[in-house]
Structure formats: structure tokens, C-alpha cells
């Protein structure tokens, strides 16, 4: 017996899909966290060792590397990122897919 399994496709933007406001902005900052908690365990840094580097609390890196960094703008992501010794390069393009909206895209 086979049973059909209805579905939708996400959007790629699992935060849209489920009805985020400013969903692209908030990918944009999970990805930037993503890559900061990345190099941290990479370098085995403290949490207590991060929040000293960044200029922030330990409770707050806690609370950002848990998914809650919605008091995090982007640029200070950014420069989370600059205080662990990254190259940040952004690249603006002309949009070429007419198929879909313009994007932000962190990798």
C-alpha cells in the first residue's frame, strides 16, 4: 500500500516560511552566528574568552550562540568576526535570475 505525503518546498529562508518579519536580515545574522560559533569551537575559545574579545558579556554570547541575537545588528556580527581575525569582503552584483528576488547570501 502506498501512501502520498503532501508537502511544501521551503523557500530556503526557513525563517520566512514561518512568517519571521525582515526573515532575509534575520538568515543573514543566524549564518554570521553560525560562522562566529564555527570559529570558536575551532579554537576552542571560552565563551568567558569571547565576550572579553568582543567587548560584550559572557551572558550575552551565551544567549546569541542559543539563537537569540536579534539585539545584534549585523555590522557588529561583522566586526565580531574582524575580532576573530577574519577578511570580510562584501560583493555587490547586478541581480540576474529573474526567477526570484534579489539576496543577501553569507558563506
Known amino acids: ?20 518579519p525582515h526573515a532575509a536580515e534575520h538568515l543573514v545574522k543566524a549564518q554570521l552566528v553560525f560562522k562566529i560559533d564555527t570559529i570558536l569551537k575551532k579554537r576552542g575559545l571560552k565563551q568567558v574568552e569571547a565576550a572579553v574579545l568582543f567587548g560584550i558579556r559572557q551572558p550575552d554570547i551565551s544567549k546569541m550562540l542559543h539563537g537569540e541575537f536579534r539585539q545584534f545588528s549585523v555590522e557588529r556580527l561583522l566586526r565580531f568576526l574582524v575580532a576573530l581575525d577574519q577578511d570580510i569582503e562584501i560583493i555587490i552584483r547586478p541581480h540576474r535570475d529573474n526567477s526570484d528576488a534579489p539576496t543577501l547570501h553569507v558563506s
Open 1 to 20: 500500500m502506498s501512501r502520498k505525503t503532501n508537502y511544501e518546498k521551503g523557500t530556503g529562508n526557513v525563517f520566512h516560511d514561518v512568517g519571521v
